[in-house]
Each structure stands twice: as structure tokens, then as C-alpha cells.
């Protein structure tokens, strides 16, 4: 689209505006009698952009509820206070939270937006088994339960008080029972992913949140070790403070990382950066986890960081950022003829919906809403 938008600036009379775009691509994307739904899609559009200098007024009306509106939201949105070096999180109730055997928080942000909060600050967010279940309850919700999902845009993941999380709770899961922690944590399947879920218990509370169709921002801070660590790894996105501490501390213990680091470091880091790590349990600082890809970047606020992002990501289509994630996720290590076949497949979907119509039309200035995203 950067050819249509240089062409929008080039020509910035209101009548060259609406009709040179569509020119534009029609010469880059001419419809042929395999995929036709392309002639409805610029029929549309044309007809749309056409009339741009029409809905100018009320695409401005609607800007301005919408930010009113916005407004609203971030009035009732639970305040985070942090403190820059040793940043701590404390979030304030909210009357439409969901509270999970007291250990993780969903609340709704806004706009799509909803924070899950990992809720046991006295003990760093350490996992014991309800939190182990609380976490991957709270993905499953995220994906199943209707009244959850319908809207939802963003995931952004975070830890209550001085840390993300310490990892295991050792002391908690042994004087509940050390067999019958184990064999909860490690029976498969865990009964959050499904009847053909993949993962025990262990596993999901990393990897369910890579079967959401939106994005998971993870926000580090203070401490991340070992099976907390492995959580925030199941994120589309990391963001982390520079001074965090983040170790997969397994080996300490005479252990593996089992909680789906096999896949998710994979898609991060070179085999012998992940080995070293792994094999030394060393401390390194977020600063040092940006260097290698272990997070996405280093921010002084991590929580506001990915809130900008994800504003951001809700101005795009909702089936768009969907097949992004199901298109990288699918093929990041997978054969080239099956990528080259996935992205083919996805793009089918994408072509001539109504959200993909939404998203020209905007490019346009024609702000069009989106529909709720196809599952």
C-alpha cells in the first residue's frame, strides 16, 4: 500500500484523492476470472473513496465520539503506578474484572483491550498449582467463553507488584502433595486446551495464549525467572525494563525447561544462545534480552508501551492481525512449500471481506468500522 499512499500525498487534490488510488491498484492488483471476488472489492471501494469528501464530516463526528468515548474508557481503566529502576505495578479494582482463584485478574481495558494481571504480588507471582490452573483458565476464557472473546482485540499480560513472576513456588507445590502436583502438572491433556489439547498443565500456561487470534503482549519487569519466564515466552511480544532479571533457571534444579520452551525459543534465538542459557542458568538484564531476541524491546514502562501498541494493532482489521499471527506461527519453521501454501490460504480469506474493505477504505480516509472478527 505504500505505492497508493505515496500517490495520495503526490496528489492531494480531493478529486485526484478519491480516483487516482483506485487506478493505482487496479494496475497492481488486476482482477482475472480466479479470483473475482476482486472486482466486487474495488467496486466497492471506488464507490467508497468516491465519495470521500461526503463522509469527511462525519468520519470527523465519529472521530470525536470516539475519542470522548476513549476518554470514558481510560477514566474507569485501573491506574498503574510504577517507579522507574524498581518499578512495581498495583492496579486498582475494577467493578468488570474477572477474579481467578485469587491468583490472575482479567480486566477489561477498553476498545478491545484486556489485561490479564498475574494477582500474588506477597510471593513475586511465583507459581503454585492454582496459579498454574488460574493462568491457563484465563486463556481458555479468553478463547471459548463467548462474552470474552466476541470483542476481544489485545491481551496484555503482566505481574502484580515487584516481579512478573519467580517461577516455580518449590516449597508451595511440595507441601501440597509432591506426586499429586506432579502428576496435575504433567498429565496430558490438561483439560484447558480441549479434548485434543497438546499441552499438560505445565505447558498450557505457555502455550494456549499462541492459540488466541490476537495478540499477547507480555510486560516484564522486576524478576522473571524460570516457569515465569517460560509464560511471558508464550507471548506474541515482550516488552521488559532494562533492569529486569530474566534466567531459565531450570538448571539450577537438575531440570529442562518443559513448559513449551522448546518451541517458543526456538522462534527467538540461535540453538546455541538457547543451549548456554539453558545449560547455565545464567542472569541476564532485559538490556541483554533485547540483544539477543529474547524480548521484543527495552522500556522504562513496559505497561504503557504495549498499551500504545495495542491501540495501534485495534486500528487494523481484527481478521488481518488474526491470519498475521496464524500465518508466522504456522510457518516459522516449516517446510518453504507449505509457507508459500499457508500465505496463499489465509489471503484467500482475507480478499473481499468486509474487514478487508474496512482497512482500504481507511487508507483512504474513509473510516469504515470493523465487524467482529471471523473465527
Known sequence: ??????????????????????????????????????????????????????????????????????????????????????????????????????????????????????????????????????????????????HLSKNLRVVIFSGEGRAFSTGLDAKSVALSGPNKSLNRLLERPSGYGGEDGLGNLAQDVSYLWRGLPVPVIACLHGMCFGGGLQVALGADMRFSTPDCRLSIMESRWGLIPDMGASITLRELVRIDVAKELTMTGRVITGAEAERIGLVTRCVDDPMKEAMDVAKDIVERSPDSVAATKELFQSTWVADEESCLKKETDLQLKLIATWNQIAASGRQFGVNLPYFQRKD
Open 1 to 146: 500500500m505504500s505505492v497508493i499512499s505515496s500517490s495520495i500525498r503526490r496528489y492531494p487534490g480531493s478529486r485526484r484523492q478519491s480516483s487516482f488510488p483506485m487506478l493505482v491498484m487496479r494496475q497492481c492488483f488486476r482482477p482475472s476470472a480466479r479470483y473475482p471476488t476482486l472486482s466486487l472489492t474495488f467496486s466497492i471501494l471506488e464507490k467508497i473513496t468516491n465519495k470521500n469528501h461526503l463522509c469527511r464530516h462525519q468520519s470527523s463526528s465519529s472521530s470525536d465520539d470516539s475519542s470522548s468515548n476513549t476518554k470514558s474508557s481510560s477514566s474507569s481503566r485501573p491506574e498503574i503506578s510504577s517507579q522507574k529502576s524498581s518499578i512495581t505495578y498495583t492496579i486498582k479494582q475494577s467493578a468488570d474484572e474477572i477474579n481467578i482463584q485469587d491468583r490472575v485478574k482479567i480486566i477489561p481495558l477498553g476498545q478491545g483491550i484486556v489485561h490479564v494481571l498475574l494477582s500474588r504480588p506477597d510471593k513475586l507471582n511465583s507459581l503454585d498449582i492454582p496459579m498454574f490452573e488460574a493462568i491457563a483458565d484465563a486463556a481458555s476464557r479468553l478463547k471459548n467463553d463467548e
